[in-house]
């Protein structure tokens, strides 16, 4: 006798479920690149920006000091030289700081050696460099 097949009134066919997780992974992971990316960029840009207000001043007013007034050029150096040094120049605005010790407690003190005005002009400019 020949089989009947009854159909099944309580199991439901396979249904194709939609699955996202990939795209979803994948947008999830393009947005962190992109805040991440973001973040760098805005980081970057912010540090440039900040300079210390100080120093922008004593550079400034250290390349517009007039080097026929020696004492107030070799005090104003002294003073301004602080708020430029770096680590890496200290030790040269050190060893330029003892070169005008003689400049400093005299009443009348003569014109600077045009050497040692040449070694002033090069640290500014050191200094200005960064």
């Known amino acids: 006798m020949p089989e009947q097949t009854l ?15 990939l795209w979803i992974l994948v947008a ?4 962190g690149i992109l805040l991440l990316a973001l973040l760098g960029y805005w980081f970057f840009k912010r540090g440039r920006k900040q300079t210390d207000p100080k120093r ?3 550079l400034k ?3 517009a000091l007039d080097f026929s007034d020696t004492k107030s050029a ?6 301004l030289g ?4 770096t680590p890496e120049t200290e030790s040269s605005f050190r060893a330029l700081l003892a070169e005008l010790e003689p400049y400093k407690y005299q009443k009348s003190v003569p014109a600077l050696d045009t050497a040692l005005e040449t070694k002033l002009h090069d640290f500014i400019k050191e200094a200005h460099r960064g």
């Open 28 to 31: 999830l992971v393009a947005a």
């Open 82 to 85: 602080h708020f430029v040094t």
């Open 74 to 79: 070799v005090y104003d150096f002294s003073l």
């Open 7 to 21: 159909p099944l009134k309580d199991i439901k066919p396979i249904v194709a479920v939609p699955d996202h997780s």
């Open 56 to 58: 922008a001043e004593a």
């Open 61 to 63: 007013r250290l390349q």
